[in-house]
């Protein structure tokens, strides 16, 4: 065991303890898997990273992220939150306004962004999606007691890490669950659920969101975004220890990359998640003109020093 430098960061908030905290090693070098696992636990956070040398060329730095349960592939609000650990720390990266980020799932681009929070965006990997079966959907639905009229939608959303998502009837509908985690945890799987706000922005935000609309609107309504969120999100992970998730990148990323395909979002908007928790997240969506889907929000760092490992 020797000392480490440690960064606590705020993640998907400019406000520190309002947003999801991530646990960054910043030296994760000689750890095996085990002791990055206890330490993981000891913090329960809903994810603890530590950073390595990179392993692929034209990465910045390597990342493994665990959860008290396991290990992750891939995870949104632990890249923004490592990136911002390690530009805090004073390293910078090899290409002037961009870092790369090695993780399990491969190399993930991180770029600053311009919204009301400032902060960081991470490029949503490719994501594979597929129909859940009816029986799992119904388990699912029990668990969270919903009905079924409640329910507009429902994708297996996969970018490195999987998600059952469920587009459910307004935002307030998503606020009002109250799940039963001992079943979601005996089904194994993490759901998250989303839905529009209401009154007139959620209208307006249906109207923009159908291709016509898209193509001949002007761009200034969309450069007016609001802060104030478009869709309400919440993220079941106790499959992985952590029964809700204040603020999740990997689940948002999914989200948007599925809704606005399919025509229910629009290309830039932002997600509230956390509001059931006393906590703010605001999670800043964009689809640029390549279709790639950027995730981005506020990092505050909250804690800085080291540890013993």
Known sequence: MRTRPFKQVDVFTDTPYLGNPVAVVLDGSDLDDDAMQRFARWT????????????????????????PGGELDFAGHPTLGTCHAWLAAGHA???SGEVVQQCNAGLVRIRRVDTPAGGLAFEAPPLRRASPSPSVLAKVAAALNLRAQQMLAAQMLDNGTKWLGLLLQDADT???LSPDHRQLRELGL????????SGQDAGLLIARANREARAFAGTEAQRRLPEQAQLEVRGFAAAIGVDE?????SLNASLAQWLIADDRLPERYVAAQGQCLDRDGRVHIERDGSGQVWVGGGCALCIDGSVVL
């Open 44 to 67: 329960n956070l809903s994810e603890t990273t530590f950073i390595l040398p990179p392993t692929e060329r034209g990465a910045d730095y390597r990342i493994r992220i665990f959860t």
């Open 93 to 95: 990266p090899a290409r």
């Open 174 to 176: 998503v606020l009002a």
């Open 190 to 197: 993490k759901v998250g659920v989303a839905g529009l706000t």
């Open 245 to 249: 998730d204040p603020v999740t990148g």
